[in-house]
T-cell receptor, first 116, second 117 residues
């Protein structure tokens, strides 16, 4: 079974609007971390936001927020006030356990296109 | 912020030659680095975990004699693609792990695009 599922291969959003990118995960480990990365066409993976399984509040970083619903095992990324520069591929990732050598499992990604 | 560099950013080589790719953490020490391979429009595939001062741990299906990894210092890991063939053409990305308990975060290099003719 896939550990990280991103069901939206591609998404479009109008500039200045908000967009939600979906991510669901599967784990039996009570301790895990969830990450979102942005990969523009240049190829570099840019870390956006982190949510720990024990965190009580949803993570936020500027225009990025993570809608963490633990019971549903979902960790959707919300981008507010979209900008043209947000057009990129976005990956959700999960690391299980406290001593998993830091390895993360990545989803298949969602390509976001921001329209002017 | 945490910066990871990769060199070269792109390389074209002839079939049968070896290519070395460097990954450096510029402003932090990383005992663990990772090497990924990515095909166009696809996710990252973890190839191996590079541990400073010890042998790398390879993922299933990755030939360790084909993809040599050396993590000689806390800021440098190298991936050498030996006897490269056209099927090795890909985008190779490294990441360095900044440790902070469960919030350990991978910071990625800009990637190396390898083309084998």
């Amino acid at each position: 079974a896939q550990k990280i599922t991103q069901t939206q291969p591609g998404m479009f959003v109008q500039e200045k609007e908000a967009v939600t990118l979906d991510c669901t995960y599967d784990t039996s480990d009570p301790s895990y971390g969830l990450f979102w990365y942005k990969q523009p066409s240049s190829g570099e993976m840019i870390f956006l936001i982190y949510q720990g399984s024990y965190d009580q509040q949803n993570a936020t970083e500027g225009r990025y927020s993570l809608n963490f619903q633990k019971a549903r095992k979902s960790a959707n990324l919300v981008i507010s006030a979209s900008q043209l520069g947000d057009s990129a591929m976005y990956f959700c990732a999960m690391r299980e356990g406290r001593t998993n050598a830091g390895k993360s499992t990545f989803g298949d990604g969602t390509t976001l296109t921001v329209k002017p | 912020g945490a910066v990871v560099s990769q060199h070269p950013s792109w390389v074209i080589c002839k079939s049968g030659t070896s290519v070395k790719i460097e990954c450096r953490s510029l402003d932090f020490q990383a005992t663990t680095m990772f090497w990924y391979r990515q095909f166009p429009k696809q996710s990252l595939m973890l190839m191996a975990t590079s541990n400073e001062g010890s042998k790398a741990t390879y993922e299933q299906g990755v030939e360790k004699d084909k993809f040599l990894i050396n993590h000689a210092s806390l800021t440098l890991s190298t991936l050498t693609v030996t006897s490269a063939h056209p099927e090795d053409s890909s985008f190779y990305i490294c990441s360095a792990l900044m440790t902070s308990g469960m919030a350990d975060t991978q910071y990625f290099g800009p990637g190396t695009r390898l083309t084998v003719l």
